[in-house]
C-alpha cells in the first residue's frame, strides 16, 4: 500500500541549511507536499511541488523531487529558531477525493 | 483568508462518554477529513467525507463515526470514549479540483484526553 517515511529528528546550528528528507511509494503520487506543525498549533501547508517537476524554489525553501528514486526532500536555507517545528512529508494521487499520505514527521530542532 | 476552526483546543472526558468534535471550513470545499496524530505515527485519517451526507473510511476507524448534515460542518463522534483514543485531533478540507486546489487546509486541533 501506499507509505510515506522520513527520519524522526534533525538539529542544525542557526545560520546552516536544513534538509529534510522523505521517500514515498506510490507512483501515481500526483501532488506532493511539506507542511509545518509548530508546537501547538494544526498543520500549515509550507509547499507542494507537482510530480512532473523537479524542483521547486519559494525564498528559503527549495524543493527536490526524484521521481525514479520515489525521493523527495525540503532544503531550508539559512535556518532561523523560528523554523524549528515538525515538517510532514505527504503525497496524494489522482483522484477527486485528495486523500493524503503523511510520514511520521521530522522535529526539527535548532540551536545556537 | 481561508479558515478552518474546530470547537476546542482542549477536551477532558472520562471513559465511555460520547465525544463530539466539530469542525467548520469557509471556503466552500467539497472535502473533509479527521485525522489523529501521535507522536512517531504522524496524521492517521480516520473518516473523510467528499460530501454532505457522504462519508468513507481512512485508515483507522474504529471507535469512531462521523455526521455531514451540511457542507460546512465534519463533526467526529466517538461513541463511547476509551484512553487509547487520547490524542490529538485535525480536522482538514480541500476542493476537488486542479493544481493547488488540492490544498487540504488544517484547523488547529483538539488535544483530547480520555481519564
Known amino acids: 500500500g501506499e507509505d510515506v517515511e522520513q527520519s524522526l529528528f534533525l538539529s542544525v546550528r542557526e545560520g546552516d541549511s536544513s534538509v529534510i528528507n522523505c521517500t514515498y511509494t506510490d507512483s501515481s503520487s500526483t501532488y506532493l507536499y511539506w507542511y509545518k506543525q509548530e508546537p501547538g498549533a494544526g498543520l500549515q501547508l509550507l509547499t507542494y511541488?507537482?510530480?512532473?517537476?523537479d524542483m521547486k524554489q519559494d525564498q528559503r525553501l527549495t524543493v527536490l523531487l526524484n521521481k525514479k528514486d520515489k525521493h523527495l526532500s525540503l532544503r531550508i536555507a539559512d535556518t532561523q529558531t523560528g523554523d524549528s517545528a515538525i515538517y510532514f512529508c505527504a503525497e496524494s494521487s489522482t483522484g477527486g477525493y485528495n486523500k493524503l499520505i503523511f510520514g511520521a514527521g521530522t522535529r526539527l530542532a535548532v540551536h545556537p | 483568508d481561508v479558515k478552518v476552526t474546530q470547537s476546542s483546543r482542549y477536551l477532558v472526558k472520562r471513559t465511555g462518554e460520547k465525544v463530539f468534535l466539530e469542525c467548520v471550513q469557509d471556503m466552500d470545499h467539497e472535502n473533509m477529513f479527521w485525522y489523529r496524530q501521535d507522536p512517531g505515527l504522524g496524521l492517521r485519517l480516520i473518516y473523510f467525507s467528499y460530501d454532505v451526507k457522504m462519508k468513507e473510511k481512512g485508515d483507522i476507524p474504529e471507535g469512531y463515526s462521523v455526521s455531514r448534515e451540511k457542507k460546512e460542518r465534519f463533526s467526529l463522534i466517538l461513541e463511547s470514549a476509551s484512553t487509547n483514543q487520547t490524542s490529538m485531533y485535525l480536522c482538514a478540507s480541500s476542493s476537488i479540483g486542479r493544481d493547488i486546489q488540492y490544498k487540504a487546509f488544517f484547523g488547529q486541533g483538539t488535544r483530547l484526553t480520555v481519564v
Open positions: 511541488i507537482f510530480s512532473n517537476m
